[in-house]
Every structure is written in C-alpha cells, then in structure tokens.
C-alpha cells in the first residue's frame, strides 16, 4: 500500500496519468521484474480480480510456485560455473597469445643477432681461412639461432601457457559434462511467466483508487494495482532470490495484511559472472608483463601490429591490455563477448 493509494484518488490532488501509473509499476518491479498494471486512468479492479491475474487459480495468468523457482534458480548455476571456466579458458587463450608474439619477437631478434654476427670482422675472417665455408656457416647459424631458440625464455613459456591453456581446456570440457543436464532442465522448464515477490514477499502493488473510494478488498473498489512477472530464463545469472525490489524504494510504503505471497523457500543469491570482463582482468597482468619483455626485446612494434589485427577485427568492442583507465574494463565486459565465448567453447572440444 502507497502513500497514496491510502489518500487521493488517481484523478484527485496530482492526477496521475497512465503513463505515470506505469512508472509507479514498474518501479515496484525493478530490477528484473516486467510489470503487469492492472487498470488505467477509465478503469481498474478491485483485489480479487486483481489477484485472480497473479496468483494461482482458474483463471490466472502467471504462476506461482518458489519451490519449481529454487530449482530453476539451482539449475541456472550451472551456466555460471560454465561461465567460470569459460573465462579461465578465455584468460589462458590471452595468454597464450601474448607468449606466441614473445616468442615470435625473439625468433627475430635471433635473426637479426645471426646477421650481425655474419657480418662481423671476427666471422669473416674465419671464413676466408676456412676450407668448408658452408659448414661453418651452418654452424653459425646453428649456434646463433635454433640452439638460441631452442633454449630460449620465450620456447619455455610458450610452453608453460601451452599446458596452462590445456589444464583450462579440460577443466571446461569437465564443467560442460557435469553441468549439461541441469542446463538443459533450466532451458526446458523454466521458460514460463512466474509471479515475482519483493523483499517481503510482497506481490501486489495498490496504485490509486480509480472508480471509487473503497478499499482494495472491497468488492465494489475499482483500484489501479501491479504485480510482476518474472522468467527464469530471460532472468539467467541475476542472482536475486528476491527478484523484484519491491516496495523498497517507495515512501510510506506498507504491506497489507494477506498481500505476501504464502512460501519459504530458502533464500540464496549468487552474483552473475561478466565472463569476458573477468578474463580479461585475470590475463591482463601476465599479458602486460609479456608485452614488456617483447618490448625490452626491441621489437615492440609487433604488439603494435598485434592489437591493430584485432582492432580491425573486432572494432571498438576490443580492449587493449595497456589501457589503464576504467573504460577499458567496460570495454572488456562488451566484447568480442559471443566471438570470444565461441572460440573458447571451440578450443575446449579440440585440445
């Protein structure tokens, strides 16, 4: 009950308009909720036709059942643990990325160190004195360059991602196995229209009277109310067991007695996961750290040419690692997002 759903009429004081009734309706069904308003400025309905519209029965509209909800909510958890590996996977790609460019800016280092060396007075004098010039050429680009690289930093971390990569992979590859039934339950089962209750297990906003004075139980009252619908699957990963606010964000506001929706099911929240702003976070200080190593290498121009790639690729939804302000984590958080996800789903099944 409003504060002034006890006092004026909607047409009386400050009229309110449809477009003003929606608003009141929609704030009580925040942030989640998509809110059904019963009555306008030339009608509305007394409490049991109201909640003939939102509560169980014949005629109703939406269902209500907490307990099927809790499983819904339950099953929905797999898609965040998913998510949760997901961008592990994604942060180990990164990675892996960054240790490819590293190892591919030493391989030209070791080309460029192979040509000084050929072009040195202490090289070509060996070779005016040698008999098998093509012999110690070869071996001077044995020892200068593929035994170099062979036992090179970059070869070694190549690596290290190459199996921190795999692990993630797998552990992937695990979640989807474990988790695929219970996705495939929420996605089946709870894509219908349930009743959504507030804090307090309100359901049932009363507006303003609109046909008459009476009181919302009267059966003679014509009030303009709200109550919320609610789908489980467009709600995924919102992580509220109260999924509507509310009347907690009005003034004066109250719950009539009979007005909560009767159920006690546990309550539990679990937070969404905002999977390519996490990897992102997660990969960015080894990334930076490998993007400086490239740079104290002397070719930091092919980071350059690496992230101008991507930034034709994916246009302004790509972050740059070596951003430091906050766009950058909005930026990680919009994109690639469905490339991204595709492409980790893609290397989990192949490595």
Known sequence: IT???????CKH??????DDMFAECSKFCEPT?????????????????????CLPGPDAVLEFNETHIATCEANGRAFTDV?????????????????????????????????????????NIEMDKSVDKMNLFREAIRSQMVDALARSAGKQRLLDSMDDLRTASEALKTSLEANLDKMRAFVEDCNGLYLATGPQKEFLLDI??????????????RRVSCCCALNPVANLGGGRRHRVDG????????????????????????????????AWTRARPS????????STLGHGET????????????GSAYCDYRQTDSAAVVAAAAGPGLLAVAAALGLALKL
Do not use: W
């Open 3 to 9: 504060l002034r759903s006890q006092s004026d009429m």
């Open 13 to 18: 004081g400050t009229p309110l308009t449809d």
């Open 33 to 53: 909720g998509v809110p059904l308003l019963m009555g306008t400025t030339t009608y509305g309905f007394n409490l049991e036709a109201a909640s003939s519209v």
């Open 83 to 123: 998510e949760a590996k997901t961008a592990g996977l994604i942060e180990k790609l990164d990675t892996f990325l960054a240790a490819k460019l590293y190892y591919t800016a030493e391989m030209m280092k070791a080309v460029e160190d192979l040509q000084t060396f050929v072009r040195s007075d202490a090289f």
């Open 208 to 221: 303003c009277a609109q046909g008459n004075e009476a009181c919302f139980e009267n059966e003679a009252s």
């Open 247 to 278: 009347i907690s964000f009005f003034d004066l506001a109250s719950i009539a007695s009979g007005r909560r929706a009767q159920d006690d099911a546990a309550e539990e929240e679990d937070g969404m996961l905002d999977l390519c702003a996490e």
């Open 287 to 294: 990334v930076l750290s490998t993007y400086e190593s490239i």
């Open 303 to 314: 980071v350059d040419a690496h992230v101008d790639d991507l930034v034709e690729t994916y």
